[in-house]
């Protein structure tokens, strides 16, 4: 079955710096979306990409879809300590409603 | 409005008992899907439901685990006998759409199964 692999796994960074998780897939997704778990918490939707090439922004974090549809990145500019949580990619294939999860990358955010 | 809800919150059962959790979805809402969370894991797809209609079980681990919609509401997934390895947080979402653009699925806090 499809595939999705995040890195990294884990990244601790200071109040303050970026951060940046890497969603990607082997195969041509139809759509990929975001979510954020925070700790003891459940998925929490953050946003969808469907076109090839597609960058949106949500205040201090950018979203982009590679052009192959096959890659995903989220970034987050100027961390705060309320970004602390684990930030799930999920995509879906063409012609099917499930999502495949990727494994998350856990943040944490030192003040 | 409400969101997801899941009942019960936490369920400890002795191996080989069967076990019952429910989701109640997003008034209106069409899907509804389950997942199983392993310990510091991304959410694995069960199964998936359109109205009262299964249109996909391809993430059933095995026989022992039953889901239905009946009413194209609520939804039960069942476990019989359980295992130790079915220890996991179940979680069910609800989404609205039938078709792109919008997929997004709105979670449930889950259900947290630990077998003994």
């Known amino acids: 079955g499809q595939q999705v692999m995040q890195i990294p796994q884990y990244q601790h960074v200071q109040e303050g710096e970026d951060f940046t998780t890497y969603c990607n897939s082997s195969t041509t997704l139809s759509n990929i979306q975001w979510y954020k778990q925070r700790p003891g918490g459940h998925p929490v939707f953050l946003i969808q990409?469907?076109?090839?090439?597609e960058v949106k922004k949500q205040k201090r974090l950018t979203f982009q879809f590679g052009e192959a549809k096959k890659n995903s990145s989220l970034h987050i500019t100027a961390t705060q300590t309320t970004d602390v949580g684990t930030y799930f990619c999920a995509a879906m294939d063409t012609g099917r409603r499930a999502l495949t999860f990727g494994s998350g990358t856990r943040l944490q955010v030192q003040p | 409005g409400a969101g997801v809800s899941q009942s019960p919150r936490y369920k400890v059962a002795k191996r080989g008992q069967d076990v019952a959790l429910r989701c109640d979805p997003i008034s209106g809402h069409v899907s509804l899907f389950w997942y199983q969370q392993a310990l510091g894991q991304g959410p694995e797809f069960l199964t998936y439901f359109q109205n009262e209609a299964q249109l996909d079980k391809s993430g059933l681990p095995s026989d022992r685990f039953f889901a239905e919609r009946p009413e194209g509401s609520v939804s039960t997934l069942k476990i019989q006998r359980t295992q130790q390895e079915d220890s996991a947080v179940y979680l069910c979402a609800s989404s609205l759409a039938r078709q792109a653009p919008r997929y997004e699925q709105f979670f449930g806090p889950g259900t947290r199964l630990t077998v003994l």
């Open positions: 990409l469907v076109k090839s090439g």
